[in-house]
Every structure is written in structure tokens, then in C-alpha cells.
């Protein structure tokens, strides 16, 4: 009984290891561990954003709070700025001496405005404490003034003396330096915290400076209680122990009820971590950071007008209860979720086996070559859309082999098979049809180099299509047409008899040959060479010299003509193939020139001694500095004269050699001996050939 239930357990042992070595049980288990990493990876990251999140929001909600107080005392600030400037302005206006402020009448009027102007900008803004303006004139002693304090038990205001450059406080250094601040820079500013003996109470002042004729001659001001400042800054709270507080732009000294004229943070327990200057983290962003009692506090400040900060602080615990509690919240809804997961992937593995078993099944076809594979698969699902996309792909594929195929084989200039599917069709016919009957045609285009040296290689490239153009045209059907590159061609005439290869071929002879560019039409023509193949005894590469050997007859008896090859054609000298025309023409020791035989003498060719002579670089500068006229290379003075008699060489059709000045682009002047023929060209109409010899250069007679 053992046994059979230790072979049981065996075998349901092997069928777990194979389950989980078929596609399904990988697909299971990839499932079932991605999800658990995905599970752990988006936890983390989840709770990463959630603190960091949380945090901000908390700190940034801190920051709301004292950024309205700040709006609030601030605004008082204001008001307290405004009333001053006012009165101050007030007595500009009424009063122009201290004098005039000891006239009773005067006095009593500027007591009862200035009162007036104080109590309408101030209103019942308890922490102001007094107000005042005065000449700083010593001699205007207290006739020359109007202080103003308030009454600490009635509250009402009442005149009193002490503001002034004699008075109990011009000798209180907060203040008397405040003075001198702003008599030196002629600007309003709020003073430091100080203590007036006097008032028995911690002041801070605004002092605005009046001026009279670019002096300044009096000073306004008001005092406000800062203890009143203090204590409506310790009533801000937040969270269970957050608090507001007092503090200097450093962010290390604290303005408190106990220390009204500040003390550092440490003694209050707060050591500052890293950069606790408020005025940097108000610029940047951040946050202050204090130690107090073994536990971290976040700070956040926002600026008076007088530059003092309101910072709010709270314990960094306090900050992030909320976001433990969500985070919390988050991990037990997340488990509960990933669950289903886990049941979903072992139920569907089955399923996904079977589609992917068919996308592997058509890769394989795909790899072996098949690319007409169709997947079958038309769930609207990922798999689905996979096996959709499978299938455009191997249709794209097919497009794109089919496209490469054509590029290997076709020119794509001209539309027609290039050297690599000429080679190839002419194969393949040799291997299907080498017993019928052919003729194999070799032709080129007459002049094409000076076509692309006159109009450019644009023209060049519409020659050759219109070319290609008339091969097909002339040779349809089963006719293997193709360019063997530059401006050769191959043709195959296949199926035809003697007669009727030469009857095709004087047909393409006798066309007309014409290519347009820029909008004017151009004529052409061509050289061609063929050999007839009576379908025995000729091989392909025997054929093709043939051809050429027939070209290069028609080359050699002036072109634009055809020849059929014979023989005698094996005899001909071909010495004169090792030179062509560029090397003659440039080792010539003259200047050569080719220009139109008329009034216009348009320039078609230039030798390198011609652009020597001219002092051109390049053709291009040639054609600028001519202006593309032959004519303008002639010396300014015998241009009209020499001019003239060329033409009229031209008209009598006389050969007689000129002698002139020719003048180069940097002004270089030569005497030249002038040797030209006129000669007539179905291309480009009459054309003069000139020679140029520097009459330096030769000797005398």
C-alpha cells in the first residue's frame, strides 16, 4: 500500500515537472512571478510617490497657512507705510520751515490734518504705538515737530516730544542708526526691533524722509508695537504642536514674547540642520530642517515687508501620520487585489498556449523562407492584435523583397534593367533560347560628356530617359532592353530574322532623338553597333564583342549612323583608344575655346590654358566674369573693332587669324594671335573652335 501511494505521489510529481516545462506552465509561472515583481516593484515605487506626495502636500499646506498671516500682517505693514508717506506729504505741503510750525494757528491746522491723515490710513490698527514728523533742523527743537503716542491705558493718542533730534530716543542706537540709514540713502526703510524707555514698549520703525530741494530736511514716521506683532504670530497653530514664530533672514535667531529683540534658535532647542538661511529657502523652494529634543521639525517661511520671516514649524512625525495611515491603507487593498491575479493568470495559461504554439508555427514558416504565411487569429485582444500585426508585417516584408528585387534589377534612372538583370535576362535566355534566332544591339549616346559639361547632369539624366523612352517604344514585347551603365546600352533583339533586325534598328536610327530641359526641347543622337546571332555557334560574350566592335566602326566613321559587324572590322586600328578627348585638349599648349559662331558667342568649352589665360579658377568663375560671352574676353578697347571683323569672317565663311589684347578677371593683359574654325552642329548650331597662341610665345618671322 506504501508503495502504490509513494508511486502515486511520484507520478503526480512528474506531471507537475512537465506541466511546468510545457509553454503553459512557463507561460503560468512567467505570469505568476512577473506579477509578483510587477506587484513589488509598483509597491515600492507607489509608496515611494505616496511619501514623497504626501509630504509636499503637507509641507505645501503648511506654507499656505503662513503665507496668508504673512498677507494679513503685511497689509498692515502697509497701511502703516502709507499713513506715514502721507502725512509726510502733507506737511511738504503746508508747512516750508520749522518756523512756521511754532505759528499756533499753523500748528493747530497741521496737528488736526496730520492727526486726521494718521487715524484715517491707521484705523484701529492696535499695534501702533506712535506717530510722528519733525524738521531735522536741531534749532527747530520741539516747535518744530509732531509726535504723537499712544496712551497705554486709554488707548487714545496724545502729543508728546520725544521724536525728535533732541528727544529721549534720538539716542537709542536702533533707532538713531535708523535715522542716519535713511537720511544717507534717502529712502524709507523699517528699522531693527528696539526698546524705547520712553513708550515702555519693543518698537520697530518705518521712517520716510522728506526732502526739500534735494535735501533732506524732516523725517516721518510711525512705531509699531512689535510684542502686538509677537503674540499674533504665536496664535498661528497647526497639526497637535506645529507653531508660527518670529525669525530673522538667517533662520537662526527667534523673535519670541521672551525675546523680543531675538535670540538664537538654540536656545530655544532648534539646532539648525544643513542651510537653515530662510531668505535661500524662500528663493529655491526649500524646506528648513531643525533638531529638537532627538526628533526632526520641517519649517517653511514667507517674508515681511519689514524683512523679518514668519516661519511655521511642526514635527516631521506630525507631517507624515496622514501619509503612514494611506500608505498603510494602500499595501492591504493592494494584496487583496493581487490575488484575482494570481487565479487569472493559471486560468488563462492554457489558453495563451495554443495562440502562441500558432505565432511560433508561423515564424517557422517565416524563417524557412514561406512569407506568404497567414495567421489565423482574429480575437481583439493582444495575442489578436500580435497575429494581426504578424500578418502585416509579412505582407510589408513581401512588398519590401519584391521592391529590393526591382531595385536589383532596374535602373532607377531610367525605368529599364540595369547591368545586374541585363546579365540576368540575357542568362536566362541563353539557357531557355540559345538556338533562336537574335541580334544583339550595343549603342551609346553621341557627345553625352559635352552634354553634361554644357547643361549640367540634370540635362545628362533626362537624355538618358528619353533614351530609355525610345528603346522601349522601338523594342516591345519579348526584346530585352537594359543600361550597362553611363550612357551605354544593351539591346537583344530575340525571334528575329537578318531583315528585320536591320529594319528595327534603322528605325531607331531614323527617330527622332530629343530631350527637354528647362522648357526648351534639345536634339541628340546616337552611335550604334550590333551583331547578328543565326541561332548556332556564338556564345553571349562572343556576341557582345562583336557589338562593340561594330560601335566603336561607327565611332570611328563620325557617328550618329549604325553597322552591323563583320570581320573586317577585327582589323582596324584601336591605338587611338588610349587617348581621349580631355587628355588631348589639356595637354594642348594653347588655350582652346567653343562657342556659339553668333552675335551672342556663348561660351560651351574652356581648356585649363583658356581659364589660365582668363585668370579663372574654375568654369564656374569663367562664365561669371564673361558673363557666359566669348566676346567679353577681348580687351574693352578692341572689343567693338575685332568684334566686328569676326562677324563678317564668319558671314563670308573667310579663315584668317586676328591678333588682339585679351584681358584676365584681375586685369592681366595678353596679346593673343586668334585660329578658329566655324563649323555647323545639329545639336548646337553653328559653333566656333578657337585657338588662342600667346604672340609672346612666339618667334619672330
Known amino acids: 500500500m506504501e508503495g502504490m501511494e509513494r508511486g502515486r505521489a511520484e507520478d503526480i510529481m512528474i506531471r507537475i515537472a512537465r506541466f511546468f516545462q510545457s509553454l503553459s506552465g512557463k507561460i503560468i509561472s512567467m505570469s505568476i512571478g512577473g506579477m509578483v515583481a510587477l506587484a513589488v516593484a509598483l509597491g515600492t515605487v507607489t509608496v515611494w510617490k505616496l511619501s514623497g506626495l504626501t509630504e509636499q502636500y503637507e509641507i505645501e499646506n503648511v506654507g499656505r497657512i503662513v503665507s496668508q498671516n504673512a498677507e494679513q500682517f503685511n497689509f498692515m505693514l502697509k497701511r502703516s507705510e502709507f499713513a506715514v508717506t502721507h502725512a509726510t506729504n502733507m506737511l511738504y505741503r503746508m508747512v516750508d520751515s520749522p518756523a512756521a510750525i511754532e505759528d499756533p494757528a499753523t500748528l493747530t491746522q497741521l496737528e488736526h490734518h496730520v492727526a486726521t491723515a494718521f487715524e484715517d490710513a491707521v484705523g484701529e490698527l492696535a499695534p501702533v504705538a506712535s506717530y510722528y514728523v519733525y524738521y531735522l533742523d536741531e534749532g527747530a527743537g520741539k516747535a518744530g515737530s509732531l509726535c504723537y ?3 497705554a491705558r486709554t488707548g487714545a493718542f496724545r502729543r508728546s516730544w520725544h521724536k525728535t533730534p533732541t528727544g529721549d530716543e534720538a539716542n537709542v542706537p536702533a533707532y538713531r542708526d535708523q ?29 520716510v524722509p522728506l526732502f526739500s530741494d534735494g535735501k ?25 504642536t506645529g507653531r508660527a514664530v518670529l525669525v530673522d533672514p538667517s533662520g537662526t535667531r527667534f523673535y519670541t514674547e521672551g525675546t523680543p529683540l531675538g535670540a538664537p534658535s538654540t536656545d530655544y532647542g532648534y539646532q539648525p540642520v544643513g542651510n537653515a ?28 515687508r519689514n524683512g523679518i520671516r514668519v516661519m511655521g514649524i511642526a514635527p516631521q512625525g506630525e507631517l507624515y501620520a496622514r501619509m503612514q495611515k494611506i500608505i498603510l491603507q494602500f499595501l492591504a487593498l493592494f494584496v487583496l487585489v493581487e490575488i484575482p491575479f494570481f487565479i487569472l493568470s493559471a486560468m488563462l495559461g492554457r489558453h495563451i498556449n495554443h495562440r502562441i504554439a500558432g505565432l511560433v508555427r508561423a515564424a517557422d514558416s517565416i524563417a524557412a523562407g514561406d512569407y506568404h504565411v497567414v495567421i489565423e487569429d482574429d480575437h481583439e485582444d493582444g495575442l489578436g492584435r500580435l497575429a494581426q500585426a ?12 519584391d521592391q529590393m528585387r526591382h531595385m536589383a534589377r532596374y535602373d532607377a534612372l531610367t525605368g529599364i534593367l540595369n547591368r545586374a538583370g541585363l546579365d540576368a535576362e540575357l542568362q536566362e535566355w541563353q539557357r531557355d533560347c540559345a538556338n533562336e534566332r537574335a541580334a544583339l544591339i550595343s549603342l551609346d549616346i553621341d557627345g553625352f560628356k559635352f552634354i553634361n559639361d554644357l547643361y549640367g547632369h540634370a540635362a545628362g539624366d533626362e ?27 544593351t539591346v537583344l533583339l530575340v525571334d528575329v530574322s537578318e531583315a ?27 552611335s550604334i553597333g550590333y551583331a547578328y546571332h543565326p541561332g548556332h555557334g556564338l556564345t553571349m560574350t562572343r556576341l557582345f564583342h562583336q557589338a562593340d566592335m561594330a560601335l566603336y566602326a561607327v565611332k570611328m566613321e563620325g557617328k550618329n549612323h549604325f553597322l552591323r559587324y563583320h570581320e573586317a572590322m577585327e582589323d582596324m586600328d584601336r591605338s587611338s583608344l588610349g587617348f581621349n578627348l580631355r587628355d588631348v585638349t589639356e595637354q594642348i599648349p594653347n588655350a582652346l575655346l567653343a562657342c556659339s559662331a553668333d552675335e551672342k558667342t556663348r561660351i560651351l568649352y574652356a581648356n585649363s590654358e583658356m581659364l589660365r589665360l582668363a585668370e579663372c579658377g574654375t568654369p564656374e568663375e569663367l562664365m561669371d566674369f564673361t558673363q557666359g560671352r566669348a566676346l567679353n574676353l577681348i580687351h574693352p578697347a578692341d572689343r567693338d573693332a575685332i568684334g566686328r571683323e569676326l562677324f563678317a569672317q564668319a558671314a563670308a565663311g573667310k579663315k584668317k587669324s586676328l591678333r588682339y589684347r585679351i584681358q584676365g578677371r584681375k586685369g592681366t593683359i595678353h596679346s593673343v594671335c586668334d585660329i578658329r574654325k566655324a563649323v555647323t552642329s545639329h545639336a548646337y548650331g553653328k559653333v566656333a573652335y578657337v585657338c588662342l597662341v600667346e604672340t609672346d610665345l612666339c618667334d619672330p618671322v
Open 179 to 207: 535715522v542716519d540709514e535713511v537720511v544717507a540713502s534717502g529712502e524709507a526703510r523699517w528699522s531693527e526691533p528696539y526698546y524705547s524707555a520712553n513708550q515702555h514698549r519693543y518698537l520697530i520703525t518705518y521712517t
Open 500 to 526: 528585320q533586325a536591320e529594319e528595327m534598328i534603322r528605325s531607331l536610327h531614323l527617330r527622332k532623338k530629343r530631350f527637354t530641359y528647362e522648357g526648351a526641347a534639345h536634339d541628340y543622337t546616337i
Open 277 to 304: 538661511d530662510a531668505e535661500s529657502a524662500e528663493r529655491h523652494g526649500h524646506v528648513i530642517r531643525y533638531a529638537h529634543n532627538a526628533e526632526k521639525y520641517d519649517a517653511v517661511c514667507a517674508p515681511l
Open 149 to 151: 503716542t499712544r496712551d
Open 216 to 240: 533732506v530736511v524732516a523725517i516721518g514716521g510711525i512705531d509699531l508695537n512689535f510684542l502686538d506683532l509677537i503674540r499674533q504670530v504665536d496664535a498661528i497653530h497647526f497639526f497637535e
Open 390 to 401: 504578424f500578418n502585416i508585417m509579412t505582407e510589408r516584408v513581401r512588398g519590401a523583397l
Open 463 to 489: 537624355t538618358l530617359r528619353a533614351l530609355a523612352r525610345d528603346l522601349t517604344a522601338c523594342f516591345p514585347g519579348r526584346h530585352i532592353v537594359g543600361r550597362n551603365g553611363g550612357d551605354e546600352f
